[in-house]
């Protein structure tokens, strides 16, 4: 029943970017790859993740904070009985005649809350009174499961279908969310530990791998694209790789290593179901010791008065 804000060190007034950030340090810090030879590091990962969880969560984090749920997302005791949390529940002593509370700032009167809660004028046997369980706490939930999911660069931009084994064996299926980055985690209702009331969930939370050549830039993906000198003076078309599939790429006539062309719909998929962009950057390569284009240069240079830096003041 750990305090989720202290978990992941953060105050209770963070905004959601802050806590996002705190939770991807300690994530990356303490993951089980990481650390192998420290099992304190793996359940400090599970608790970081049980955390971000709930307060990433608007509706979870606001009935925490008012105390309806605690640190496992767990059904607080009704009004605070028990101690309660700051924020909710009784607050003070009864009042003269053992009839009124203050509960969340305001003077309530208890017959009231019973006749209200019951149809009467308080707890009766056989409708709801203490002796037939009023202020019983639901049964809690099984503990929720972490899991760490390694997507390859092309199955993320693709949002290829991924298989993933779970503790107790069995495996799913799942199709990854638009937008899915490192961080981006996924909920399996009922996938977790079993519980008195039920099952909880299993966490997936999605690690993206880098790529030998491609290049993540928000939803756009970058790719430098090696072209002879052949090719850049004459143009035309050649074949490029993209996350999907290669495609013809037409280069213009006399193209400058560092020139950027733009392949639509290549990217990543973005939240709103559209895609980012592949932006292709051409690198002229040019052969070591090779004489003929020494000695081409080198006629050609001759009879090229131009200054390539001349834009630069120098």
Same mark, same amino acid.
């Given at each position: 029943?750990a305090?989720p804000?202290?978990?992941?060190g953060?105050?209770r007034?963070a905004d959601?970017p802050?806590?996002?950030?705190?939770?991807?340090k &300690?994530?990356?810090e303490?993951?089980?790859?990481?650390?192998k030879d420290n099992?304190k590091?793996s359940?400090?990962f599970s608790q970081?993740t049980q955390?971000y969880?709930?307060?990433s969560?608007k509706?979870?984090?606001a009935?925490f904070?008012r105390?309806?749920?605690?640190?496992? =997302?767990n059904p607080?005791?009704?009004f605070?009985?028990g101690?309660?949390r700051?924020?909710?529940g /009784?607050?003070?002593g009864a009042?003269?005649g053992g009839?009124?509370f203050e509960?969340? =700032?305001?003077?309530?009167?208890?017959?009231?809350? /019973?006749e209200?809660?019951? =149809?009467g004028?308080?707890?009766?046997?056989?409708r709801?009174g203490f002796a037939?369980?009023?202020g019983?706490r639901p049964?809690?939930?099984?503990a929720?499961i972490?899991?760490?999911?390694s997507v390859s660069?092309v199955?993320?931009?693709?949002q290829?279908?991924?298989?993933?084994?779970l503790a107790?064996?069995t495996?799913?299926?799942?199709?990854?969310?638009?937008g899915?980055?490192t961080?981006?985690?996924?909920?399996l209702?009922?996938k977790?530990?079993?519980?008195?009331g039920?099952?909880g969930?299993?966490?997936?939370?999605i690690?993206v791998?880098?790529h030998?050549?491609?290049?993540?830039? =928000?939803?756009?993906?970058?790719?430098?694209?090696?072209v002879?000198?052949?090719?850049?003076?004459?143009g035309?078309?050649?074949?490029?790789?993209?996350?999907?599939k290669?495609?013809?790429l037409?280069?213009?006539?006399?193209a400058s290593s560092g020139?950027?062309?733009? &392949?639509?719909?290549?990217?990543?998929?973005?939240k709103d179901?559209?895609?980012?962009?592949?932006?292709?950057?051409?690198?002229?390569?040019l052969?070591?010791?090779?004489?003929?284009?020494?000695?081409?240069?080198e006629?050609?240079?001759?009879?090229?008065a131009?200054d390539p830096r001349?834009a630069?003041g120098m």
């Open positions: 029943m305090d804000y202290a978990t992941l953060v105050e007034t959601e802050s806590i996002k950030k705190a939770y991807r &300690l994530a990356k303490l993951h089980p790859d990481r650390n099992p590091a359940e400090r970081a955390a969880d709930l307060l969560d509706d979870k984090r009935r904070d105390g309806e749920i605690d640190g496992d =997302g607080a005791a009704p605070g009985f101690g309660g700051p924020g909710g /009784f607050r003070g009042a003269p009839q009124n509960f969340n =700032g305001e003077n309530v009167d208890v017959g009231d809350l /019973f209200n809660m019951f =149809g004028g308080g707890p009766q046997p056989g709801g037939s369980g009023f019983r049964q809690p939930k099984g929720n972490a899991y760490r999911l660069f199955d993320a931009a693709t290829a279908p991924q298989r993933i084994v107790d064996g495996t799913l299926d799942l199709k990854l969310p638009a899915v980055e961080g981006t985690q996924m909920r209702a009922g977790g530990e079993p519980g008195p039920g099952a969930d299993a966490i997936v939370t690690e791998a880098s030998r050549f491609f290049v993540r830039e =928000g939803d756009d993906v970058r790719l430098d694209l090696p002879s000198l052949a090719e850049a003076v004459r035309g078309a050649i074949r490029a790789p993209t996350v999907d290669p495609v013809n037409t280069i213009p006539k006399g020139r950027v062309l733009r &392949l639509k719909g290549k990217g990543f998929t973005r179901g559209g895609r980012g962009d592949q932006l292709v950057t051409l690198m002229i390569e052969p070591a010791d090779d004489a003929d284009l020494q000695r081409f240069v006629g050609w240079a001759a009879a090229d131009r001349a630069l």
